[in-house]
C-alpha cells in the first residue's frame, strides 16, 4: 500500500460521519490471561469521543502530508512515517483487533469482576461504508488515578461546592499508536510496539534469518560477527531490511562490491579482506554498521553534481515515457 491508497480508504471509511459511533474497548490482563471488555458509555459522552477520534484522524493521517508509508520490514530511521505491517508473526496483543471484528458477544466491563488497574490498552472501533477502522491505544498506569489519602475534587452542577471523588478514575485521550483499516495493520509509534509488545523478538529473529542469508552470499569471511550488534534493535532493524530489500545482497557480484568498498569515499579503507581479496573481513563496530548501510546501497552519487551521499530514505522514482 502506498500514502494514497491509505488516505482514500481512510476517508472512505469516515464519509458521512455523523452517523458514525465510536465503540471503545478495554484490553485487560487478569492472572496473566488477556481479555476484551466492551466499554459501555453514556450516549453524549459516546458522541464527543467519536467526534475527536474523527478529528485526530484526519488531522494525523489524513491531512497530513508530511508522513511516508512504507512496509515495517524496511523501517530506517526516518520520523515522519508510517508502517505497515508485513511481516508473518504479529504480537499477541495486537491479534486481539481482529477478534473485536470477529466476535459479537464480548462482555461489557463490570466493576464486580472487573478492575481498571487491569487495563493494558483500549481499542476505538468505527465501523462505516463498508470499512472498518480500528484504533489501538496503549494504555499508561499514569492514565489511572487511583482513589488513596489524597482528594480529589469535583464540582456539583453549577454551584460553588465540591465534592470528593471517591472512585478510581481512568483518564482516556484521542492519541493511538497503531490502526487497522480492513485488513492493513499500520503502526504511527514504532517505539511503542518495541518497548512493550516484544516487536524485538520478533526483528531478531529476522536479523539472524539475514546473518544466514549473508553467510551464504560468501560476501563475509565470518558472518558470525554480527551477531554481536543483533541486540541493537535499530541494527537488527537494518538486517531485516537487507533481508527483505537488499538490492545488493546475491544481486551484486562480490568482486563488484570489494572493488566498490575500495574506491567510494565514505568505505574506502574502513573495512578489511582475506588473504586473497575475495571476502570482506569486518573486525570493528564501525565496519559492521557500514557493511549494514552498503548492503542497503545507502551510499550514492549524484547524476548532477557527482557528489557522494549517504542516503537513509530512498523512494524508487517510476521511469516514465514522455511523447
Known sequence: MIKTELVTLLKESLLNEELITAELYFILKQDQVTLLRFIDIEGETQEDLTKQFIEKVKSELIEDDSLDLISISNADDRNKVLYEYDLDE????????NTILKDE???SFDFRTDELAQIKGIIVLMSNNNHNLLLYKKHYPVSLIRKDNTFTFKRI?????????????VRINTNFEFLMIDDSLIIKELATLEKFFGFHEIIKKK???CIIAIEQSGLLEDADVLKELIDEISYSRKLTKVLNSSPVLNKIPTPSVIAFTNIYPALKGQFQYNADNSKIVLSTKKSKHLFAKLLNDDFLQSELTKMFYDSLAKDNIPETVTS
Open 90 to 97: 504479529v504480537p499477541e496483543e495486537i491479534k486481539l483487533i
Open 105 to 107: 458477544d464480548i462482555p
Open 157 to 169: 452542577g453549577d454551584h460553588k461546592r465540591f465534592v470528593s471523588v471517591e472512585e478510581d478514575i
Open 207 to 209: 536479523a539472524q534469518e
